[in-house]
């Protein structure tokens, strides 16, 4: 009888021991989705400084014929350049990404994602991270010449009489940069999230 009962033992052991161990989440899941809603915020800043991005000047000119100086209203709208355009077309689709993404690594606190999800995110941010890093240079490029303009190619700086619209302009860059180094972030612990699963 006891060597029935110290043989069930050693088998149950056995078993015990041969049953897999639950996988371990890794990463930092509560840092993930910090930085999704830090994401957002930034995004959702930028798209609203940029979209608000008008401003009017009046700008005296005189003419031979007439002997008073009259004024000429001229806009400057984020609209008149392309590359703006470009910036508030990022900054629209990463925002949606971001909040979407937040809501999907609600399952990272849980627990329950899976490597394929943790990749998907991986190669999502890379991609997104790429979008808003052409899109912040090429708003960026716009906003040095209008700060300090471009002698070799005649283009006047217009920042000392647009003053409003080139802060607005400043603003939305660099809420698009810190999007891309949020987007890095999150590229890194996904990465170091799917390392630690592989261990």
């Given at each position: 009888m006891a060597t029935v009962d110290a043989t069930t033992a050693e088998s149950g052991g056995k078993d015990a021991a041969a049953a897999p161990a639950p996988p371990r989440a890794g990463g930092f899941p509560g840092a993930d989705l910090a930085l999704r809603l830090l994401l957002f915020a930034s995004?959702?800043?930028?798209?609203?400084?940029?979209?608000?991005?008008?401003?009017t000047v009046l700008f005296p000119v005189t003419l031979p014929q007439l002997p008073q100086v009259i004024f000429v209203s001229m806009p400057a709208k984020f609209k008149d350049s392309p590359a703006l355009i470009y910036l508030l077309v990022a900054l629209c689709v990463t925002c949606?990404?971001?909040?979407?993404?937040?809501?999907?690594?609600?399952k990272l606190i849980s627990g329950s994602s899976t490597p394929k999800t943790l990749f998907l995110l991986l190669l999502l941010d890379v991609f997104y991270a790429a979008v808003m890093a052409l899109a912040t240079g090429s708003g960026g490029g716009v906003a040095w010449i209008g700060l300090k303009g471009n002698s070799h190619t005649r283009w006047n700086k217009i920042c000392d009489s647009y003053g409003k619209f080139c802060r607005h302009i400043g603003a939305a860059v660099f809420l698009g940069l810190v999007a891309s180094i949020v987007l890095v972030l999150l590229a890194a612990l996904n990465a170091y999230s799917l390392y630690r699963r592989s261990r």
């Open positions: 995004t959702l800043a930028g798209l609203v400084v940029l979209a608000t991005a008008k401003q949606f990404y971001s909040l979407l993404t937040a809501l999907g690594s609600l």
